[in-house]
Nanobody, 125 residues
Framework: QVQLVESGGGLVQAGGSLRLSCAAS????????MGWFRQAPGKEREFVAG????????NYADSVKGRFTISRDNAKNTVYLQMNSLKPEDTAVYYC??????????????????WGQGTQVTVSS
């Protein structure tokens, strides 16, 4: 069982930065692939970024490539999402998720086993 708690969301102006954190409980965190997803009002949940359990594989949505960076610290059971050059279209609730098949970075929400409660990110123009 893994419990995930996101933090770091907030209100920021366009062009600004935020860093989201996702703290995980459980001794097997280091074996999980981790992903960040987001969901805007009236839209489906979409993949943002993901990282394999070793950190050796990463994947990003085209819309965030070059602006967002995912990282993880297995010693701290934490995964991060550094978001730079934020745009109003980045406004959404951001969720972190954990996948037991840790070597594969999936972009499909249903392939993740555990989810956090989400943190709101609002980017004003």
């Amino acid at each position: 069982q893994v419990q995930l708690v996101e933090s770091g969301g907030g209100l920021v102006q366009a062009g600004g930065s935020l860093r989201l954190s996702c703290a995980a409980s459980g001794r097997t965190f280091s074996s999980y692939a981790m992903g960040w997803f987001r969901q805007a009002p009236g839209k489906e949940r979409e993949f943002v970024a993901g990282m394999s359990w070793t950190g050796g594989r990463t994947n990003y949505a085209d819309s965030v490539k070059g602006r967002f960076t995912i990282s993880r610290d297995n010693a701290k059971n934490t995964v991060y999402l550094q978001m730079n050059s934020l745009k109003p279209e980045d406004t959404a609730v951001y969720y972190c998720a954990a996948r037991a098949w840790g070597s594969v970075v999936s972009t499909t929400p249903s392939e993740y086993d555990y989810w956090g409660q989400g943190t709101q990110v609002t980017v004003s123009s």
